[in-house]
């Protein structure tokens, strides 16, 4: 081994051995949100108001949180979006829903990171 290394080696060793560690990288990054949904009620009539409740948080900053419902193709379509601290929405059942309707929430990030949350499925009475 050479001199260069054993200079090496002994310098790792003095870091480690003082608590200190050697850190090579860039593992830094902004993460994508998180996000989850609630309902006032797991059950409605068609037209009838449910109220939603999104908690968001981000590892810098939320930028908006939208309510989405999926449609019985499988489609989303974005009911209402707020891009303010509380995420709170309220949404008539489709008129002609029948069986259930599902909904969730899409959070976005100062950088554009989406996640989505839970899904909430509310049967129509």
Not at 7 to 22: D, S
Not at 40 to 53: H, K, N, W
Not at 89 to 116: I, K, L, M, N, W
């Amino acid at each position: 081994m050479g001199k260069g290394h054993w200079a090496a080696l002994c310098a790792g060793a003095l870091v480690a051995g003082c608590g200190g560690g050697i850190y090579i990288g860039w593992g830094g990054g902004d993460l994508p949100p998180s996000v989850s949904l609630a309902a006032s009620t797991l059950s409605a009539l068609p037209g009838e108001t449910v109220r939603f409740s999104a908690a968001a948080s981000d590892d810098f900053e939320v930028d908006s949180v939208s309510l989405m419902r999926i449609e019985s193709n499988g489609s989303h379509t974005r009911l209402a979006t707020d891009g303010e601290w509380p995420w709170d929405f309220q949404s008539a059942v489709p008129a002609d829903a029948s069986g259930s309707v599902r909904y969730f929430a899409r959070a976005e990030d100062d950088v554009g990171q989406t996640s989505d949350s839970n899904e909430i499925e509310i049967s129509v009475r």
